[in-house]
């Protein structure tokens, strides 16, 4: 039923494009777009390692609201279940905290691990600041360190594109078919340019709200769960995010730098409007310095989060997580055939948790960690060999070394055979690794060891005029990974202990293809084969990780400034729990967009989301709530 789906609205897509009228539209390309995030000068097509990059024309088609909505679009990232619409990723079968997610290559903080309720990480750039999105899949400790295990998402925004003063301005609303609530309003503006020859500037502003999707259903009162009216099925939401960046040109080889992320969001239920509510400023400086052979960082990070949850036993409390983290780069090209990059990071995490009932805090927690890393890439005729490591140095978990090793073989211009072997490590966070943290029934433990994984990977990849071609196998082990388990003491005690060992394996594989010169159809596919290795769940499949996953788009450009764009999901059967007693059955959801160019700068769009209203049972508890169908309307002007 579900793949006739799938097939039903590929065909409708492909008709209904092929009866418009065609244009001659100018594509652009990423083959050759060099990726910060592996530090590396090469090109994207000879870096190692599985690399996606999201253009902001890519993001502008799916009617994305913030970077989850991104992400589980990828080949190798799926979508993680959690409670009232909260969802995470997962980046080839890792946990949601495995994923480093970098704004500008900069880290700032994780917001999710300290706030159960939180996914504030997704939504704290506006998305119409976002000029691309870098994605490398696997771990990358060797040159972040630790929470790189899974991978790296580094969300690069817009800078000053022209010598005059620009901007744009967002507008959109839509209607949810839900029964109660749903609907959306988001408004977006941008501005930028230089200012002087030597002085430039960008500011970008986001606003959105969502109204809480309810009904009757089942929900927790204290220690009963009653049926009522009210239980909300996807939360409220209002957030507000702006972004400022500044660069000053010294001379032609240097300049300073200064940008400062500010973004507040509350999560509201049906009966708890103060659910849930986080405020975050992020400020960063920096200085770079180029030489001929030659190119030195100096930047310094400071990110804080303030998040309140009131709800449940221990309501009204109040979350604070500050980040410090200075880091010095330099990048040599001095040596023939070689590209060197050598680094140093310290870091500085302070957790506190204060309850205003008893007006004192009672959890407060620092950690330090240092970390160095060097990577050397050298090409050698048709070998492109990537070598890195780092150490990391924790004042609780002691040093660890991380290494990856990647080769690239050019079969020819167009075809490209990768390889590559990594290894993650990732420290507990300062609340699960402190025995004296305790919340809700679930106590942290100072004896908990660093995770650790090994991860192989074989790709091919093949870049022609009019297709592009990839397709990976992975496995990741992963051993020590932190879980809750039942302590041997009276009543309902729990604590986090290193138990699971869990294999992943899969296969990725991802097509753009161009079948005129204004209609391009593009697809991928995730094939993922999890196994807990250990404890009380051996042999049991991993939870919220799908087995296939596929996603299908086709973009068209027709005559008269008209475009579209049309997609299908699927989403294959996966457990909600980790004794795999209980499945959510696989769903199709298809969507479409269509836009038209008033003027050179003013355009509208219409579109659909879950066309055709694909949701399960609101009745059933703790059921994994989907999006309703959902019709929106956007305005774009720019100036």
């Given at each position: 039923?579900?793949?006739?789906?799938?097939f039903?609205?590929?065909?409708?897509?492909?008709?209904?494009?092929?009866?418009?009228?065609?244009?001659?539209?100018?594509?652009?390309?990423?083959?050759?777009?060099?990726?910060?995030?592996?530090?590396?000068n090469?090109?994207?097509?000879?870096?190692s390692?599985?690399i996606?990059?999201?253009?902001?024309?890519?993001?502008a088609?799916?009617?994305?609201?913030?970077?989850?909505?991104?992400?589980?679009?990828?080949?190798?990232?799926?979508?993680?279940g959690g409670?009232?619409?909260?969802?995470?990723?997962?980046?080839?079968?890792?946990?949601?905290?495995?994923?480093?997610?970098?704004?500008?290559?900069?880290?700032?903080?994780?917001?999710?691990?300290?706030?159960?309720?939180?996914?504030?990480?997704?939504?704290?750039?506006?998305?119409?600041?976002?000029?691309?999105?870098?994605?490398?899949?696997?771990?990358k400790?060797?040159?972040?360190?630790?929470?790189?295990?899974?991978?790296?998402?580094?969300i690069?925004?817009?800078?000053?594109?022209?010598?005059?003063?620009?901007?744009?301005?967002?507008?959109?609303a839509?209607?949810?078919?839900?029964?109660?609530?749903?609907?959306?309003?988001?408004?977006?503006?941008?501005?930028g340019g230089?200012?002087?020859?030597?002085?430039?500037?960008?500011?970008?502003?986001?606003?959105?709200?969502?109204?809480?999707?309810?009904?009757?259903?089942?929900?927790?009162?204290?220690?009963?769960?009653?049926?009522?009216?009210?239980?909300t099925?996807?939360?409220?939401?209002?957030?507000?995010?702006?972004n400022?960046?500044?660069?000053?040109?010294?001379?032609?080889?240097?300049?300073?730098?200064?940008?400062y992320?500010?973004?507040?969001?509350?999560?509201?239920q049906?009966?708890?409007?103060?659910?849930?509510?986080?405020d975050?400023?992020?400020w960063?400086?920096?200085?770079?310095?180029?030489?001929?052979k030659?190119?030195?960082?100096?930047?310094?990070?400071?990110?804080?989060?303030d998040?309140?949850?009131?709800?449940?036993?221990?309501?009204?409390?109040?979350?604070?997580?500050?980040n410090?983290?200075?880091?010095?780069?330099?990048?040599?090209s001095?040596?023939?055939?070689?590209?060197?990059?050598?680094?140093?990071?310290?870091?500085k995490?302070?957790?506190?948790?204060?309850?205003?009932?008893?007006?004192?805090?009672?959890?407060?927690?620092e950690?330090?960690?240092n970390?160095?890393?060097?990577?050397?890439?050298?090409?050698?005729?048709?070998?492109?060999?990537?070598l890195?490591?780092?150490?990391?140095?924790?004042?609780?978990?002691g040093?660890?070394?991380?290494?990856?090793?990647?080769?690239v073989?050019?079969?020819?211009?167009?075809q490209?055979?990768?390889?590559?072997?990594?290894?993650?490590?990732?420290?507990?966070?300062?609340?699960?690794?402190?025995?004296?943290?305790?919340?809700?029934?679930t106590?942290?433990?100072?004896n908990?060891?660093?995770?650790?994984?090994?991860s192989?990977e074989?790709?091919?990849?093949?870049?022609?005029?009019?297709?592009?071609?990839?397709?990976?196998?992975f496995q990741?082990?992963?051993?020590?990974?932190?879980?809750?388990?039942?302590?041997?003491?009276?009543?309902?005690?729990?604590q986090?202990?290193?138990?699971?060992?869990?294999?992943?394996?899969?296969?990725?594989?991802?097509?753009?293809?161009?079948?005129?010169d204004?209609?391009?159809?593009?697809?991928?596919?995730?094939?993922?084969?999890?196994?807990?290795?250990?404890g009380?769940?051996?042999?049991?499949?991993?939870?919220?990780?799908?087995?296939?996953?596929?996603n299908?788009?086709?973009?068209?450009?027709?005559?008269?400034?008209?475009s579209?764009?049309?997609?299908?999901?699927?989403?294959?059967?996966?457990?909600?729990n980790a004794?795999?007693s209980?499945?959510?059955?696989?769903y199709?959801?298809?969507?479409?967009?269509?836009?038209k160019?008033?003027?050179?700068?003013?355009s509208?769009?219409?579109?659909?989301?879950?066309?055709?209203?694909?949701?399960?049972?609101?009745t059933?508890d703790?059921?994994d709530?989907?999006?309703?169908?959902?019709?929106?309307?956007?305005?774009?002007?720019?100036?």
């Amino acid at each position: 039923m579900y793949k006739k789906s799938l097939f039903a609205s590929l065909a409708l897509a492909m008709v209904s494009s092929n009866a418009l009228a065609q244009a001659n539209v100018e594509t652009k390309k990423l083959d050759d777009l060099v990726i910060t995030t592996s530090k590396s000068n090469k090109s994207i097509k000879d870096t190692s390692g599985a690399i996606t990059v999201i253009s902001a024309e890519d993001i502008a088609k799916i009617n994305a609201t913030n970077l989850k909505d991104i992400l589980v679009k990828t080949a190798g990232i799926v979508e993680v279940g959690g409670s009232n619409g909260i969802k995470r990723v997962s980046i080839r079968g890792t946990r949601p905290v495995d994923a480093l997610i970098l704004v500008d290559g900069k880290k700032t903080n994780r917001t999710g691990t300290y706030a159960t309720a939180a996914d504030f990480e997704y939504s704290q750039v506006p998305i119409s600041m976002i000029e691309r999105i870098e994605i490398i899949k696997g771990p990358k400790s060797s040159i972040y360190g630790s929470d790189a295990m899974g991978g790296v998402v580094n969300i690069i925004t817009k800078k000053d594109y022209s010598k005059t003063i620009w901007g744009d301005i967002d507008l959109q609303a839509g209607v949810s078919s839900a029964k109660n609530g749903g609907d959306e309003q988001n408004l977006s503006a941008n501005i930028g340019g230089n200012i002087s020859d030597k002085f430039s500037f960008m500011l970008g502003v986001n606003k959105f709200n969502r109204d809480e999707t309810y009904g009757e259903g089942y929900r927790w009162v204290g220690f009963s769960k009653p049926k009522v009216d009210d239980a909300t099925y996807i939360d409220g939401r209002e957030s507000t995010n702006g972004n400022l960046k500044l660069k000053y040109n010294i001379d032609d080889t240097q300049n300073i730098y200064a940008s400062y992320l500010k973004g507040k969001e509350d999560i509201k239920q049906k009966a708890n409007e103060d659910y849930y509510s986080a405020d975050r400023d992020v400020w960063s400086v920096g200085y770079e310095k180029n030489f001929e052979k030659v190119s030195l960082n100096l930047d310094y990070t400071n990110a804080k989060t303030d998040a309140k949850i009131k709800d449940g036993l221990f309501a009204n409390q109040t979350h604070e997580l500050k980040n410090d983290y200075l880091k010095g780069e330099a990048k040599i090209s001095a040596l023939k055939n070689n590209y060197i990059v050598i680094g140093a990071e310290t870091a500085k995490e302070k957790y506190s948790r204060y309850r205003p009932t008893t007006n004192i805090t009672d959890q407060r927690f620092e950690i330090r960690a240092n970390s160095y890393y060097i990577q050397d890439e050298i090409e050698l005729g048709d070998f492109i060999f990537t070598l890195g490591t780092v150490l990391d140095d924790n004042e609780k978990y002691g040093t660890e070394l991380s290494p990856n090793i990647g080769v690239v073989y050019k079969i020819d211009d167009n075809q490209r055979l990768k390889a590559s072997y990594g290894e993650g490590f990732k420290a507990p966070d300062v609340k699960i690794g402190s025995s004296s943290y305790f919340a809700n029934t679930t106590w942290g433990n100072d004896n908990l060891k660093p995770e650790t994984s090994k991860s192989y990977e074989l790709a091919y990849e093949f870049y022609g005029e009019n297709t592009l071609f990839k397709t990976a196998l992975f496995q990741n082990k992963i051993n020590n990974m932190f879980v809750i388990e039942q302590r041997v003491m009276p009543g309902n005690q729990h604590q986090w202990r290193n138990v699971d060992k869990a294999d992943i394996k899969g296969l990725e594989a991802e097509v753009e293809y161009y079948i005129t010169d204004n209609h391009m159809l593009n697809a991928n596919y995730t094939l993922l084969k999890t196994e807990n290795k250990s404890g009380t769940n051996q042999g049991k499949d991993i939870q919220y990780r799908p087995k296939n996953t596929i996603n299908v788009g086709l973009s068209s450009d027709f005559d008269y400034g008209i475009s579209s764009y049309l997609s299908a999901n699927y989403i294959g059967t996966q457990y909600k729990n980790a004794d795999n007693s209980e499945k959510i059955k696989a769903y199709t959801i298809a969507n479409a967009q269509i836009s038209k160019k008033l003027t050179n700068d003013l355009s509208v769009r219409v579109g659909v989301d879950n066309i055709f209203d694909k949701h399960f049972d609101e009745t059933i508890d703790n059921a994994d709530y989907l999006k309703r169908r959902f019709a929106y309307v956007g305005l774009n002007y720019k100036f």
